[in-house]
């Protein structure tokens, strides 16, 4: 039965029935009908709220460290200067990780490692954001990251 048939039958049952939560419930349905009238989804809105989305996330990773992150990031006054190598890695190597998993770990939103993966210098940036200092590859054969 379509959805005419069945409210003119709501109706008809409305006029012929003493029972109020039939009505009331037609009466729910009809402003429910009303205000779904007024939704207008704009699939051109919604495309250009994504471009604005990705845009913003370009701009806060380009974003220069807040103080904390920088104070958080030097060494110790008294300790001695730090070689230029890369983070000190653990001795234990990661496990190979999803994407969701990967992002959790560098402290940035999946969509953000999708975008950068297939740059030349992935390796580098994902090391670079890697609290432990691994580089990550990708392997499109089971979309997972291993660290190198």
């Not at 939103?109 to 990708?138: C, M, N, V």
């Amino acid at each position: 039965m379509r959805y005419r048939d069945q409210l003119f039958h709501l109706r008809l049952w409305e006029d012929t029935s003493d029972n109020t939560t039939i009505a009331k419930l037609i009466q729910k349905i009809k402003k429910l009908e009303a205000g779904l009238s007024d939704i207008n989804f704009d699939s051109n809105e919604i495309s250009k709220l994504s471009q604005r989305i990705e845009k913003l996330e370009a701009a806060v990773e380009s974003l220069p460290q807040t103080e904390g992150e920088k104070l958080r990031s030097q060494p110790p006054r008294n300790a001695a200067k730090k070689s230029s190598s890369p983070k000190k890695r653990q001795s234990i190597q990661p496990e190979p990780l999803i994407q969701s998993r990967l992002a959790e770990r560098l402290g940035i939103h999946p969509s953000t490692i999708t975008r950068r993966r297939d740059r030349d210098d992935f390796k580098a940036w994902g090391q670079h954001l890697d609290p432990e200092g691994w580089a990550w590859e990708y392997s499109w054969e089971d979309q997972t990251y291993y660290p190198v």
